[in-house]
């Protein structure tokens, strides 16, 4: 069973950049290349939302939210994607999950980011 680890949550002041991580392990490069990988993220009492995705061709997809502030990208070698994130705002703190598809659905643990002066 592939697991994800996130990693890269802090606080952070409004206007700062902040970089998330997620690790496939459990899997080989090879798979992992076909996998669908998207970042979500998630408030207390509010639904589980698509921040960012990335297909294995390398298509990238955005929640109007977050265009021109965050870029997702995955390195391949490394079983890893990423999500930079930029201008962040006070509404973007929430807990980031990392996900993969191919076929199952696997899920990290989330990682808390905390924007807030």
């Known amino acids: 069973q592939v697991q994800l680890v996130e990693s890269g949550g802090d606080l952070v002041q409004p206007g700062n950049s902040l970089g998330l991580s997620c690790v496939a392990s459990?899997?080989?490069?090879?798979?992992?290349?076909?996998?669908?990988m998207r970042w979500y993220r998630q408030v207390p009492g509010k639904q589980r939302e698509l921040v960012a995705g990335?297909?294995?061709?390398?298509?990238?997809n955005y929640a109007d939210s977050v265009k021109g502030r965050f870029t997702i990208s995955r390195d391949n070698a490394k079983n890893t994607v990423y999500l930079q994130m930029s201008s962040l705002k006070p509404e973007d703190t929430a807990v980031y999950y990392c996900?993969?598809?191919?076929?199952?659905?696997?899920w990290g643990q989330g990682t808390q980011v905390t924007v807030s002066s």
């Open positions: 459990r899997t080989s490069t090879a798979s992992f290349s076909l996998y669908t």
């Open positions: 990335i297909t294995s061709d390398g298509i990238t």
């Open positions: 996900n993969a598809r191919y076929n199952l659905n696997y």
